[in-house]
């Protein structure tokens, strides 16, 4: 079963940075995708960076630039730095992943970030940007 533990949340000056990590367990499978979510208050979930067992990654617009998505060489713990944050990055970022059982696809990787179709979530870290 897998996994996912999610930490490293808290509050940060707009323009300040975080680093988010997600502890893996249990994902065995050769190929895979890996992401972060996060839903602000209000609204719907959305992607922000999602990496693949390859470690080809896309990232959201509103990430570009700014965050970082990467994992250990084990696997075992995906990362989201993020810097220049601003108050439009408050919300709580959820880890998420999911196996497969081809080569990554990136076509699938980029629709991965809309459709949030991940069968494996961890609870959330809360991160709160003030202005």
């Known amino acids: 079963q897998v996994q996912l533990v999610e930490s490293g949340g808290g509050s940060v000056q707009a323009g300040g940075s975080l680093r988010l990590s997600c502890s893996v367990s249990g994902l065995t499978a050769r190929y895979y995708y890996m992401a972060w979510f996060r839903q602000a208050k209000g609204k719907e979930r959305e992607g922000v960076a999602v990496i693949d067992s390859s470690g080809a990654t896309n990232y959201a617009d509103a990430a570009k630039g700014r965050f970082t998505i990467s994992q250990d060489s084990a696997g075992n713990t995906l990362s989201l730095q993020m810097n220049s944050l601003n108050a439009e990055d408050t919300g709580t970022y959820y880890c998420?992943?999911?196996?497969?059982?081809?080569?990554?696809?990136?076509?699938?990787?980029?629709?991965?970030?809309?459709?949030?179709?991940?069968?494996?979530w961890g609870l959330g870290t809360q991160v709160t940007v003030s202005s």
């Open positions: 998420a992943a999911d196996t497969s059982r081809t080569w990554p696809d990136p076509v699938r990787r980029y629709s991965l970030l809309g459709n949030a179709d991940f069968e494996y």
